[in-house]
């Protein structure tokens, strides 16, 4: 699941055109919280209990990530004309995932169970940023492809209404992606578990 916050900055009119940036930015940090329980009833519950309450849902999750996209840009004119000389989006992600410490002696099954489930959760989290990601690089793009106009007020309209519709183009997108991932869940673990089987399998032969 994930948060999203936006803001657009502009910088002052510079009569030279600066260098083109080095495409969206990224950068992430994680924070956990704990969860107890030994039996997969328990972990369930705790999960519910103290996982991330997600604001766009009112719910808690086993996972969350909070997103900001911040766009600066830069202004040319000269001649009567205003365009966009430079065009930056940064993307900030805090990504909140859990940490199982277990108040007994868990079971190998349970174990094995919480690992695969531990490892899709980050996976899914990853996967939010990604889609991000690539939209912060298609706003950034689309920001430097507005062409020349009359005035930096009406390159400011068009800035604004290009923001607004990739920024929607992102949000059907994430909404898609935890749709689909709601659906194949079952399907998916079972498949990580047998994955995560035949390999312990396979490390137990060639012992």
């Not at 950068?27 to 991330?52: A, D, Q």
């Not at 719910?59 to 990530?65: F, I, L, M, N, W």
């Not at 909404?175 to 990580?192: C, H, Q, S, V, Y």
Request: with cysteine.
């Amino acid at each position: 699941m994930r948060d999203l916050r936006v803001l657009f900055c502009a910088a002052g009119l510079l009569a030279l055109t600066l260098l083109p940036a080095q495409g969206a930015t990224v950068s992430k940090t994680y924070t956990y919280f704990s969860i107890g329980g030994s039996t997969l009833e328990e972990i369930e519950n705790e999960l519910t209990r103290r996982g991330p309450e997600v604001k766009s849902t009112g719910k808690r999750h086993p996972g969350a990530t909070q997103m900001e996209f911040t766009t600066r840009l830069t202004y040319a004119e000269k001649s009567g004309r205003c365009w966009i000389a430079d065009a930056k989006v940064n993307m900030r992600a805090k990504v909140t995932l859990p940490r199982w410490k277990p108040r007994a002696k868990a079971d190998p099954d349970v174990r094995l169970i919480w690992e695969t489930l531990a490892s899709d959760i980050k996976r899914h989290e990853e996967s939010h940023i990604v889609i991000a990601r690539n939209h912060a690089r298609e706003l950034e793009q689309s920001l430097k492809a507005i062409g020349r106009q009359k005035s930096c007020a009406a390159v400011a309209t068009k800035a604004q209404a290009v923001q607004t519709a990739v920024l929607a183009r992102h949000d059907a997108a994430q909404d898609r992606f935890d749709k689909i991932e709601g659906m194949n869940f079952e399907k998916r673990i079972l498949g990580l578990l047998q994955y995560r089987l035949k390999r312990m399998q396979a490390s137990a032969k060639a012992q």
